[in-house]
């Protein structure tokens, strides 16, 4: 962190603005891609919702369990919710609809993961999750609100909620390590 203050304030460091926007487009497109992080990866608004690819982290790319770890759901924003979901699947439900369509991700026995269609059919506030259902085998789960994008939601709102819980559980795990 003083290395970045310091080289923000070195006279010989700088550089033109628009190198500088060039140089954050250019790391901002890297760390969007599913390879470089793949627990960060949200698929892109296709035309039935289901992601076409799936990925595979890297041995290296899984979190270690270790004693500053936390669930991501810790650090999560409600306020970033838009809107009520709990009233929302009442209404779908209302309407006959089995539930609200979404996507979750779906592990194979390999590793790999993709955000698989299914439906959102209860929400347990004690819990704090939602019992979904796969529409590719009718199996059932429950999966917290960060592993559930639903298809009516922004996916730029989404991946930005995502990230932001990702990047409060980074630093927390940071300056537990630091201090402890």
Known sequence: MWQDFAAAHDPAAQQPLHQLDQAGATAAAATDTAEANPFGWVPEEAANGAADQSVRPKTAQHRTKTPTSMPLEYFDSPEMEQGDLQQRLHEAQA??????????????????????????????????????????????????????????????????????????????????????
């Open 95 to 180: 309407s006959g609809a089995a539930g609200l369509p979404a996507l979750s991700r779906f592990y194979d026995p390999q590793g790999a993961f993709t955000w698989a269609a299914c439906t959102a059919m209860q929400y347990d506030r004690a819990k704090e999750q939602f019992l979904i259902q796969w529409q590719s085998n009718g199996k059932t789960k429950w999966v917290k609100r960060l592993n559930l994008i639903l298809l009516e939601e922004d996916r730029a709102a989404f991946k930005f909620r995502l990230k932001q819980a990702q990047r409060r559980r980074d630093e927390m795990e940071r300056e537990a390590r630091y201090n402890h």
